[in-house]
């Protein structure tokens, strides 16, 4: 069964730093890996994907993540962090096989970046 | 607004009473989903359709759960005899039938049990 990890419960950032939020997974063969974001009281926002390709991954809002398959690892990345970058940070994981949908989420990171 | 509806937003019932949550997905959209959040973890898989068919049941959806999709357009979740475990965040999300396609989320319905 995939799953992921998000070593981090808080990352603190001052703005206009460079923010990374790190993500390991693990799962059977090649896998689908996302990033979603959350603000208070609403639902999960999608912000990038890995599919297969090019190993650097460009998203919404300036966000960015890299693939790393030796290292099973999809870190989420932002070279300049905005007071409105505050919110949770939540890695997912499926496996590029027919049959399973489910993605697995890790528990998430709290991503503070201030002032 | 076209992005995936939930109703309602809130919910609180006293233990044992059956609720029922509505989720209406992105029209296009013929896979839909049903995750569970609790506090400080993020979402669980409950369970997948496709069109209406349910293709996949997580081991968390116990018997008090149930999902349908009649039309292959709108799903319900009903959770029977409710009990404050169930106590959480229950999220829909829709996508369209490519592998590699992100899942779109509804704002969910946070149902409270006391």
């Known amino acids: 069964a995939q799953s992921v990890a998000q070593p981090e419960d808080q990352v603190n950032v001052a703005e206009g730093n460079p923010l990374t939020v790190k993500c390991t997974y693990s799962v059977s063969g090649n896998p689908y890996l996302f990033w979603y974001v959350q603000y208070p009281n609403r639902g999960l926002q999608f912000l990038l994907k890995y599919i297969t390709g090019d190993n650097l991954v460009k998203g919404s809002y300036g966000f960015e993540a890299e693939f790393n398959k030796s290292q099973t690892s999809f870190h989420l990345k932002k070279p300049s962090a905005l007071v409105s970058d505050s919110a949770l940070y939540f890695c997912?994981?499926?496996?590029?096989?027919?049959?399973?949908?489910?993605?697995?989420f890790g528990k998430g990171n709290q991503v503070v970046v201030i002032p | 607004d076209t992005g995936v509806s939930q109703d309602p937003r809130h919910k609180i019932t006293k233990r044992g009473q059956n609720v029922t949550f509505r989720c209406d997905p992105i029209s296009e959209h013929n896979r839909l989903y049903w995750y569970r959040q609790t506090l400080g973890q993020g979402p669980e898989f409950l369970t997948y359709?496709?069109?209406?068919?349910?293709?996949?049941k997580s081991r968390l959806l116990s018997d008090r759960f149930s999902a349908e999709r009649p039309k292959g357009s709108f799903s319900t979740l009903e959770i029977q005899r409710t009990e404050q475990g169930d106590s959480a965040m229950y999220l829909c999300?829709?996508?369209?039938?490519?592998?590699?396609?992100?899942?779109?989320f509804g704002q969910g319905t946070r149902l409270t049990v006391v």
């Open positions: 997912a994981v499926r496996p590029q096989s027919y049959g399973n949908n489910r993605l697995a």
């Open positions: 999300a829709s996508s369209v039938a490519e592998m590699n396609t992100e899942a779109f």
């Open positions: 359709f496709q069109n209406e068919a349910q293709l996949e």
